[in-house]
Each structure stands twice: as C-alpha cells, then as structure tokens.
C-alpha cells in the first residue's frame, strides 16, 4: 500500500532545507571575512612597501616603473585617486609635481614653439629645471607619459602626439590635432628636416594636392608652422618645435 | 662684421619671410626688433637704409640663402614705428632711424645724469654729452647726434632744458 505523504514529512524536508541554507550563508559569510582578511593584508602589505620604498620610488626610475607595471598587473592606478590609502604613498604627488613643471616648462617656451615641444626637449629642459635641488631624480620618459596623461583632466590643452618610433610631441595648445596634421608632423619628424612641403605630402604620402594645402594651411592658422616661400621650388613649412637651434636655445 | 650672438631664428629660414599668421607674426616682428637693435648697438649705427640694407648681414644670412625683401623690412620698421623705437626721416620711408630706447626714455636718461651731477643750469656742448669724458659710463655716451638732439628736443618741450646755438656748435642749458 502505498503511504501518502504526510505533513511530518513536509515538514522534516522544510527543516533541512533551511539547515542547508543556514549553512550556506555560514560558509558564505566565512568566505567573506576570509577574503576581507586576505585583502587587509594585501593592502597593508603593499602599504607598507610603498611606504619602505617612497623615496627609493621617487629617486629611481626603473624602480618606479617596476612599480607601476606590478600596479598594472594587479589592476590598482597609484595615480587614480589622491585620497584614500594611496596619498600614503606620495607616488600621486610626485607626478602631480611633474605635470605642474611640464605646464610650466611648456608656456616657458610657447613663444617660440608655438604650443609644441618634443618629449626630447621637455625633458632635458625639466631635468635642468629640477637639476640641483633633487640631484637623483632622473625622470624617464614613461613618467612624462604618465604626467601628460593626468594633465587631460583639465580639457584637450595637453595632449601627446606619436611621431614615429619611440618620438613623441607634446602639445599645450587647445585644438586636437586631426589625424592629417598628426602625419604631416609624423613626416617632418622623420626626415629629420624640420620642415614638410605639399608636393612631399603628395609624393610620400599620396595625398593630393587639396588635401596636403589643408593640412598645411590649418597648422600655420594654429601657430604651429611658419611659412618660407624663398625656395625656389616651393614654399616650405617649418616647425620650429623640431628645429635644433630652436629647441637648444 | 660685427660681433653678436645671432639668435636661433636668423637661421631658422622662414624667419626672413613675413608670416601670415598674425600671432605668428607677432613673434617674428617682436624677434626682428630686438635683432635690429642689438645688431645697430653693435656696429655703432642708428639709421637704416632699406634700399641698401639687402647687403647687410643683419638682413642677408647667405649661409642659408635667406634675405628679408625690402618690403618686409619696412613691415618690421613700422611695426617698431609703433612703439617709438624707428621713425623714417624721408618723406618715401627709405631711410629710418632706429631708437633702442624711445626719443623720451634717452632724454629722460639725460636728464637724470644732469640732475645727478649737479649740472642743473649751466650750459653744456652736445659734444661734452656724447664724447666727454664724464659720459664714458653713460648709455647714451657716443649717441648719434640727430638722435641726440631730438631726444632733447623732447626735453626742451617739457621745460627742462633749452637748445642753444653758437658758431660751430650747438649747447643745451638745463633746468
């Protein structure tokens, strides 16, 4: 005879089942604190090496940068937030510093470059700014990146042009640059003359006539180049950020 | 040929043409003025002539093969006409002189070597001004006469002073 089910057995199977769930939130709530523990003592630990290691962070810059590769890897931006654990670490201060001098260095020398500077030349010029009062803290061209990178927070003034393999432009003028003028400096830059002309855009870049006039046009209109028209051939257009007696005097 | 330090833009080639761009130009006109003037300093000349200045190194770098047009060079004068540091002496604008400081700044400064000498009223000969031997530290020891006497001239106006003629030479009271 078969036995139908009665309420005792709702019942029991009701019991167990908030037992089980009970347990489940034990187990959870267990995993939690774990976790929680884990990650106190990861951040006291990076913590507490950041804050052996704040001046060694500051005074080497290869050290620096292992440093921010293994911030990378672990997906923490050191430069993310001033406040919270982070401002321990003064790491934050030390490119606010930089972007501060890099504004600096680039309205020192706007009158001549009009808004344009090579990394090159921003960094020798900075470094003989900081010279004798921080002797050891030579400065590499990742942190540069990584100041100008902060600098975007306030608006397009500062942004970083690639000229080519391992050149960059750094520009302090407001305006992007579109992508036509970003290969007119990325010409100039490689054949090393300072200047570009609209049959050398036409030739090497395959361009026509309308379009190189343009990209040369909006450059003079923006400051960024100046007009030789005593060529014989044709008229040239000089950058005088990419100028060697400009960028040395 | 004179002695000075070039600056960076007298090679830089598009320096020696007028830039369209008007801040661009701002700055070209701004670097062709203090050229101008130190180049003048340096050679001891106050006056330029644009139809023979195409033969000066001022505004002839061969070395690039880049001249500033006598068109541009009368751009640049009377830009610097502007501030009172050029003013043509002809009626066509060929000929300018060139003041490194304005006509009232060296008469000022005259002036004020008088008043620190003590050589409130008496007279003194232009020639003791420029070529005296108690003018030897003085920045406007050796002036150009023309330039000389117009910055006195601004003087007599304001009743500092007063230009006075004799035979040969010309003298100047001051108050």
């Known amino acids: 005879m078969r036995r139908r089910a009665g309420v005792g057995a709702i019942q029991k199977q009701k019991l167990e089942q908030e037992k089980y769930r009970e347990k489940g939130s034990e187990i959870q709530e267990n995993q939690f604190q774990q976790m929680s523990k884990q990650l106190e003592v990861f951040r006291e630990n990076l913590e507490e090496f950041a804050t052996k290691h704040k001046s060694e962070i500051k005074k080497n810059a290869q050290f620096r940068r292992q440093f921010q590769e293994m911030c990378a890897a672990i997906g923490v931006d050191p430069l993310a937030s001033g406040k919270g654990f982070w401002s321990v670490l003064g790491i934050g201060d030390f490119y606010y510093e930089l972007g501060v001098q890099i504004v600096e260095v680039c309205l020192a020398t706007n009158y001549k470059n009009g808004g344009l500077i090579t990394l090159e030349e921003l960094r020798n010029r900075l470094i003989a700014a900081r010279g004798k009062a921080k002797k050891h803290q030579d400065i590499t061209n990742e942190d540069l990146l990584a100041a100008v990178k902060k600098l975007r927070i306030f608006g397009n003034g500062f942004s970083v042009v690639p000229i080519g393999k391992g050149k960059w432009l750094v520009q302090s003028v407001p305006g992007e640059l579109n992508l036509d003028q970003t290969l007119v400096l990325q010409k100039a830059s490689s054949l090393g003359t300072a200047w570009v002309s609209a049959s050398i855009l036409t030739d090497d870049l395959g361009w026509n006539e309308t379009r190189a006039q343009n990209a040369l046009n909006h450059m003079v209109k923006e400051g960024l180049a100046w007009v030789d028209t005593q060529e014989t051939k044709e008229t040239l257009y000089w950058f005088p950020s990419m100028f060697a007696e400009c960028v040395s005097a | ?175």
């Open chain 2, 1 to 175: 040929m004179a002695e000075i330090s070039w600056p960076w833009q007298y090679n830089f080639p598009p320096f020696f043409t007028i830039q369209p761009h008007s801040e661009t130009r701002a700055k070209q006109l701004e670097a062709w003025e203090q050229l101008i003037i130190e180049y003048l300093k340096a050679t001891k000349q106050s006056t330029i002539d644009i139809r023979e200045s195409q033969n000066s190194p001022l505004f002839n770098n061969t070395s690039i093969n880049r001249k500033l047009s006598q068109d541009a060079i009368l751009t640049v004068l009377e830009d610097m006409g502007k501030t009172g540091k050029a003013a043509p002496i002809d009626k066509s604008k060929t000929i300018w002189e060139i003041y490194w400081h304005s006509l009232d700044e060296w008469g000022n400064m005259v002036y004020n070597y008088v008043c620190n000498n003590g050589l409130n009223n008496t007279v003194c000969t232009l020639f003791e001004l420029r070529e005296g031997e108690n003018t030897v530290d003085e920045e406007f020891h050796g002036l150009d006469m023309n330039v000389l006497v117009k910055a006195l001239k601004t003087l007599e106006l304001k009743g500092k002073c007063e230009l006075m003629e004799f035979d040969d030479s010309q003298g100047v009271k001051f108050f």
